[in-house]
């Protein structure tokens, strides 16, 4: 952003040659590059003087001269003025430039009228931009794309009676450009003046000049339409005389206006019809011949539906069953109506002998239903195997032993299909059973226990007595069984009595001798009597080398003797000494002041040969307060060191010292410069354009630039600094709200700019309908109307099977229609007909098709235009709701279909910011909140 310096006050030839004779004694003070204007200005590097503005320029525009890429140059930054600000634009009506400045909303490239841009830049030839554009057929515009406010929703007509314009949403239903009545359109242009005139009005479809409503022209609401089938009048006059209209529902009557006959391929309930026969007389196996729906027990009797016959009711014991077949013997029903009345019917033709397996008495019937006949029939549990039974054991139980004393058996289940192998109880089997005493698993008489059993209880061999017996066992002092040994008891001993080394034992299970030793004195652990034991039968003298003090025990373990011993570091050379200098300690160097001197290390294994510390060599021992390395007094610290601490001759005092260094603002020793500190700057001081600064080292001379108010940085006392020292006072385009910065960079400036949504026509803004969605009339970028109307379009395909078919259109605000292609004047309920009678080509067929459509007008708001065998559509009333599919039932053989659609407008949802009516699906526009409804 260029820098804006406002004229200095007086800025008169008096005042002007003041501040020029001010400025010359300052030049000195600018910046080397910078720029003094003619009118006292002083343009910064990079940026130059404006011809004909006091103000500094950064690029070539405002020089006064048309330099390359620019179209114009006034020597000023200013648009409106024949020269835009930018030097892009003269500023005229079809330079292909749009400029806002004098008053252009468009600029197409040329000065022609009726290509979206007028003549004079100053309309986009669009209905609603509240310019009345007569080149492209407008009478009014005002700001608006909506009917019934004066001025129509394509700008094409006032909405006056008399302008030739029926205006349907003023409730205008003719306009023959005159306001007289008595012409076929009333002068208020409200009424085709009426049915029953003998003159067809354009709403009208016929008009025979008398109400009657039985001949070809019935009146309905006071229009006059073609009698036609379903509207509720008996039509007496050729061509086509009905025989009664089912629009008139006191009389019964069928959908083709004809009287209800049973057969006449027409189903009408209202004549107690349910289904329809192919023709009078006729049944069918869904319906009798009265066109009721058959069912068996209705009484009537259908042999096409394969009844024998049908009584009317729900019994089986009569000649009729309820199946509508005859009751006959072997059916399973028995027959009690004469004349053939059965005994019995058990569902078959057969005498039976016996019952059914499994039934042990049953009554069945002789082979011509005559005599009942009582018999028997075979079971499971009659001790005979008989049809599915696999065994029969004379009972219905299913046994799980055998009796006792019987070890194995073969018994049957309850239900006789599978034999039972099966085992009994007897004497032996471990188990107490039946008349049995004890039993312990065999038929033998013991006579002692097991062994390893002291004491037990057993049976005697035939399970009638129980016997208490011993047995011999592990411990009892004598080998028995399976015994390796036996000591007397059930303990496995680990060793042998005190004092005794060696002995053998027998473990706690009598099967391993064990070989064990005992304790004794000298073995190294106190047992039995012993007061110590140090593993021998020795009374010692003294400790073992290296032991300063010990414990011992004489020879019989009776008494403790305290003894001491040799060690290294007791000052004497002993055993495997090297040397001895009385201590346990490796001495890393000579008592202080000695130089050197030999000493033992703390194993007495080596000799050392050492050195030891002394003033000067640089570590402080001793009795030192310092050491500097050296035996000098010095006077100063070296380069580099602004202070430092130093040491005497004899390392008894420090001395405090100051040096020379970088950043001293002394240029010292190898310094290139030195500017009194140890920084290396990046910038001068706030406010400084330009500075020379040394750098960390004093090595290098820095020619340096500092922030200032207007770099883009906030730097120093600022509180802002948005690039430029301008008090900015709106956001640029697109940006609803932006903080910015005054001139001084001492404020902060909370803005707000023009944006696509705003209902503001801003910038490059073609439209702004008060939102940036893809709803409403304008697109979410502002830069496109998009207020249109749906089309579509019915193309005939093979026209010589069309008849019949149909195709539904919307206008998306009244009810879908339903148009029917018609070669004979009948058509479906309500379906409107094209009459394609005299048409024999796709082209005629298209032209009935319009002709269809544009007859209907207040049901439907579509107009329809013929191209070849193309029906062109286009919805009456702009918007989105208009976007409706056409359906048909044909196939694409014979018609196609595409749209409605491309429809635009009238489509934002409640709550959604609008600018008019048009851009709300509801079709209102708050003006309170801007919003729709």
Avoid: W
């Amino acid at each position: 952003m260029n820098r804006v310096t406002p004229a200095p006050a007086g800025s008169g030839p008096r005042g002007l040659l003041a501040l020029v004779l001010l400025a010359l004694p300052l030049a000195s003070c600018f910046e080397p590059a910078s720029v003094l204007c003619p009118n006292g200005l002083v343009c910064p590097e990079g940026q130059t003087c404006a011809a004909n503005q006091p103000i500094c320029i950064q690029t070539a525009c405002g020089n006064g001269v048309v330099d390359s890429g620019e179209v114009c140059d006034d020597g000023n930054i200013v648009d409106g003025d024949g020269c835009s600000k930018d030097c892009s634009s003269d500023e005229r009506c079809g330079n292909d430039k749009v400029d806002l400045a004098v008053g252009e909303v468009c600029d197409d490239g040329n000065t022609r009228d009726k290509d979206g841009c007028s003549s004079n830049c100053k309309s986009t030839e669009l209905c609603g931009n509240g310019t009345v554009d007569t080149a492209v057929g407008e009478v009014c515009d005002d700001k608006n794309i909506q009917s019934g406010d004066g001025c129509s929703a394509n700008c094409r007509s006032n909405e006056t009676c008399g302008n030739g314009v029926e205006d349907t949403i003023t409730g205008e239903v003719c306009d023959d450009g005159n306001t007289l009545s008595g012409d076929g359109c009333s002068s208020d242009c409200k009424s085709g003046e009426g049915c029953g005139n003998n003159t067809r009005d354009p709403d009208e479809e016929c008009d025979d000049g008398n109400t009657v409503n039985t001949d070809n022209c019935v009146s309905i609401n006071n229009q006059c339409l073609l009698a036609r089938c379903g509207d509720g009048f008996k039509d007496t006059e050729e061509p086509r005389v009905e025989e009664c209209d089912y629009g008139d529902t006191s009389t019964p009557c069928d959908l083709d206006c004809t009287l209800p006959v049973c057969g006449d391929s027409i189903v009408n309930p209202a004549a107690g019809e349910e289904c329809e026969v192919p023709s009078v007389g006729a049944s069918t196996v869904t319906c009798n011949s009265d066109c009721t729906l058959s069912n068996c027990g209705d009484g009537k009797r259908n042999t096409v539906a394969g009844e024998a016959c049908d009584d009317a009711n729900s019994s089986n014991d009569d000649d009729c069953l309820t199946t509508c077949r005859l009751n006959r013997c072997g059916d399973g029903f028995q027959d009690r109506q004469g004349p053939a009345v059965e005994a019995c019917d058990d569902g078959n033709t057969t005498s039976e002998t016996t019952c059914s397996y499994g039934t042990r008495t049953c009554t069945q019937c002789n082979a011509d239903c005559s005599a009942a006949l009582p018999l028997t029939g075979p079971f499971c549990g009659d001790t005979i195997t008989n049809g599915p039974e696999a065994c029969d054991d004379g009972n219905n139980t299913t046994e799980n032993a055998c009796d006792y004393g019987t070890r194995n058996c073969t018994k049957c289940t309850a239900d006789c299909l599978t034999p039972l192998n099966l085992n009994g109880p007897y004497c032996g089997d471990n188990i107490t059973n039946g008349p049995e005493a004890c039993d312990d698993g065999n038929n033998t008489t013991e006579t002692a226990c097991a062994y390893g059993t002291r004491t037990c209880t057993l049976c005697n061999a035939s399970c009638a007595a129980t016997l208490p017996l011993t047995g011999a066992y592990c411990g009892d002092g004598t080998r028995n069984g399976p015994e390796a040994c036996d000591d007397g008891n059930n303990a496995t001993e680990t060793a042998c009595d005190y004092g005794t080394r060696n002995c053998t034992k027998c473990d706690a299970s009598c099967s391993t001798p064990l070989t064990l030793t005992g304790a004794y004195c000298g073995d190294n652990a106190v047992n039995g009597p012993e007061t110590c034991d140090d593993g021998n039968n020795t009374t010692e003298t003294a400790c073992a080398y290296g032991t300063r003090n010990c414990t011992l025990c004489n020879a019989s373990c009776a008494a403790t003797l305290t003894l001491t011993g040799a060690y290294c570091g007791d000052g004497t050379r002993n055993g495997p000494e090297t040397c001895d200098d009385g201590n346990n300690t490796t001495e890393s160097s000579c008592p202080y002041g000695t130089a050197s001197c030999t000493q033992c290390d703390a194993s007495c294994s080596t000799t050392l040969n050492l050195t030891g510390p002394r003033c000067g060599d640089g570590t402080v021992n001793g009795p030192e307060v310092c050491d500097d390395g050296n035996a000098t007094t010095e006077t100063s610290c070296p380069y580099g060191s602004p202070t430092c601490t130093r040491c005497n001759a004899t390392c008894s005092a420090t001395i405090s010292l100051t040096g020379a260094y970088c950043g001293d603002g002394t240029q010292n020793g190898t310094e290139t410069c030195d500017d009194g500190n140890n920084t290396t700057e990046s910038s001068c001081p706030y406010g400084t354009a330009s500075c020379t600064q040394c750098d960390a080292s004093c090595s290098t001379t820095l020619n340096l630039s500092g922030p200032r108010c207007g770099d883009g940085t906030v730097n120093g006392p600022e509180t802002c600094d948005d690039g430029n020292t301008i008090t900015e006072t709106s956001c640029p385009y697109g940006t609803p709200t932006c903080a910015r910065c005054n001139a001084a960079c001492t404020t902060v400036l909370n803005l707000n700019g023009p944006y696509c949504g705003d209902r503001v026509l801003n910038g490059t803004e073609t439209c702004d309908d008060g939102n940036n969605n893809a709803c409403g009339t304008c697109n979410a970028t502002c830069t496109q109307n998009r207020l249109t109307a749906a089309t579509g379009r019915v193309t005939m395909v093979n026209y010589t099977q069309i008849s019949g078919n149909t195709f539904t259109i919307s206008d998306g605000v009244n009810p879908a229609l339903v148009f029917e292609f018609d070669r004979d004047g009948s058509v479906t309920g309500a379906n409107k007909p094209i009459n394609v009678s005299a048409a024999n080509s796709n082209n005629s067929y298209a032209v009935a098709t319009a002709a269809a459509i544009n007859a209907v007008t207040t049901e439907l708001r579509i107009t329809a235009v013929v191209s070849g065998a193309n029906v062109d559509l286009t919805n009456d009333l702009p918007g989105a709701r208009g976007n409706q599919n056409i359906l048909t039932n044909a196939s694409s053989s014979r018609l196609t279909v595409s749209g409605m659609s491309g429809g635009g407008g009238l489509d934002c949802a409640a709550g959604t910011g609008c600018a008019q009516n048009d851009d709300c699906s509801s079709g209102t526009c708050s003006t309170t909140t801007n919003t729709c409804q």
